[in-house]
């Protein structure tokens, strides 16, 4: 069923509680490969990418078991260098077996992953890293081909923050001879949660969340069992789908303080925001006020929120300038909020104003990425009227169950063929 049908204008209200973190089980499933032995994850989010990193893990020998949100995995039988085209081209993120395949068995043969709907992506920094220390890498017939005698630690120093780059440069230095410093790191909370678990495992990680990370080499891991953190990127998405209905949701199960930049941007836009351990109570204002964001690295406001906000400022009052400096083409979302009635105008390749307008109306529209779908849900509850969103199955890439989620709240979705 690749449509999503809403019908707009209904006010959300109750508990919804968040999932397993989408970039946080990512690399950290991969990381068993670092390991021969039996590891088992909790609270891993039931979506397509998790569905199809297990898979490649599967591919790659290990024994893979889902129940519900409970993952087990046992490298011991790794038998597999190769990460086929078929796979990468389906989910980017597959380039994360690069890292382990390198430490584990010394070499490793991994398609480029191509680019995306919202950009180029390329992977020369995890490679010129990956050189640095002493990985032999060629391109031939767009596959990685890379392989070291000895990986040794080095002195890294990343041109920009990348996430997976600094999560493939922990997982391939964790069993390198000596220490390796990676500087100019990425600080994402997903960072953390890998090293948190790798260190579990026994390695001997310091600094993540900080720009300089300090790795030790170490013999070798052990299984671990671990949990993983909430998506800091759904708990977002329900809170600004709260502020758009004038709605009053309590987030149950999220991480306040991965959601710090957001939260006080959604503050300014005049919502009545209540912070608990492990929860966020959010109340929409009557009147939604504008207010400017600018997507940049870790601890900044995060660029997997930009087409959501964009929402909420398309019935906000005045205007709003956003600003996307992580992505090139992040701004596809824009000619779909515009058959929705929206008013916004992009400036120059990065730079969108969103002058808000009293109300959206409901019309067609397609999905082109994963958060952009987020967005046209977001609208679909605001907008007045039917909304049908195309191409929904990238929705299920990233958002665990949404629509039971959100129909649970009130909203009014279903899936049609
Ligand atoms: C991660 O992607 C996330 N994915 C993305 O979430 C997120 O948008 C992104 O980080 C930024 O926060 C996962 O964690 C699985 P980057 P990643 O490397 O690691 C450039 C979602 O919706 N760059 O931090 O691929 C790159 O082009 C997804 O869940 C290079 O130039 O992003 C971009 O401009 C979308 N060369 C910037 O760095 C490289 O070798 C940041 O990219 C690597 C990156």
């Given at each position: ?208 969340g900080s720009p300089i990370i300090t790795i030790q080499g170490v013999p070798r891991l052990k299984p671990v069992t671990a949990s993983i953190i909430p998506d800091r990127i759904e708990t977002g998405t329900y809170m600004i789908a709260s502020i758009l209905t004038h709605g009053d949701v309590n987030i149950t199960h ?61 019935i906000a009052k005045g205007q709003s300038i956003i600003t996307e400096t992580i992505f090139e083409n992040r701004f596809i979302h824009v000619s779909e909020l515009k058959r929705l009635g929206a008013d916004i105008t992009i400036s120059s390749g990065n730079v969108a104003i969103v002058r808000g307008v009293d109300h ?58």
């Amino acid at each position: 069923m690749d449509k999503m049908i809403i019908q707009g204008g209904n006010r959300l209200q109750g508990d919804v509680r968040i999932s397993g973190s989408k970039n946080a089980a990512l690399p950290i499933v991969v990381s068993s490969l670092l390991v021969d032995g039996p590891c088992t994850y909790h609270n891993v989010p039931n979506l397509k990418d998790i569905e199809s990193i297990l898979l490649l893990l599967r591919d790659l020998g290990a024994t893979v078991e889902k129940q519900g949100d409970t993952v087990h995995i046992d490298a011991t039988g790794l038998n597999q260098f190769e990460a086929s085209y078929e796979l990468v081209r389906k989910m980017r993120a597959s380039i994360l077996v690069l890292g382990p395949l390198i430490a584990r068995l010394k070499k490793a043969r991994v398609s480029l992953p191509g680019g995306c709907a919202i950009g180029a992506r390329p992977v020369n920094l995890h490679l010129k890293a990956l050189s640095q220390l002493g990985v032999t890498i060629d391109i031939v017939h767009g596959y990685i081909e890379a392989s070291v005698d000895k990986l040794k630690g080095n002195d890294v120093f990343f041109d920009m923050p990348t996430v997976t780059g600094t999560e493939n440069l922990i997982m391939a230095s964790v069993l390198a001879e000596g220490e390796t410093i990676l500087r100019n790191a990425a600080r994402e909370p997903e960072i953390i949660a890998l090293a948190d678990v790798l260190n579990q495992m026994g390695a001997d990680i310091g600094g993540a969340g900080s720009p300089i990370i300090t790795i030790q080499g170490v013999p070798r891991l052990k299984p671990v069992t671990a949990s993983i953190i909430p998506d800091r990127i759904e708990t977002g998405t329900y809170m600004i789908a709260s502020i758009l209905t004038h709605g009053d949701v309590n987030i149950t199960h999220c991480e306040p303080a991965h959601v710090g930049s957001l939260i006080h941007k959604l503050r300014l836009t005049g919502a009545d925001i209540t912070i608990n351990d492990k929860s966020i109570r959010i109340k929409g204002p009557e009147c939604i006020e504008s207010t400017d964001i600018k997507t940049l690295p870790y601890p900044g406001f995060p660029t997997d929120m930009q087409a959501q906000f964009m929402v909420l400022m398309t019935i906000a009052k005045g205007q709003s300038i956003i600003t996307e400096t992580i992505f090139e083409n992040r701004f596809i979302h824009v000619s779909e909020l515009k058959r929705l009635g929206a008013d916004i105008t992009i400036s120059s390749g990065n730079v969108a104003i969103v002058r808000g307008v009293d109300h959206l109306s409901g019309a067609p529209v397609m999905a082109s990425d994963l958060r952009a779908s987020a967005c046209l849900v977001l609208a679909g509850l605001v907008a007045e009227g039917e909304t049908m969103i195309n191409r929904v199955y990238h929705l299920d890439r990233g958002y665990e169950s949404i629509e039971k989620k959100m129909n649970s709240l009130g909203a009014k979705i279903q899936r049609a063929m």
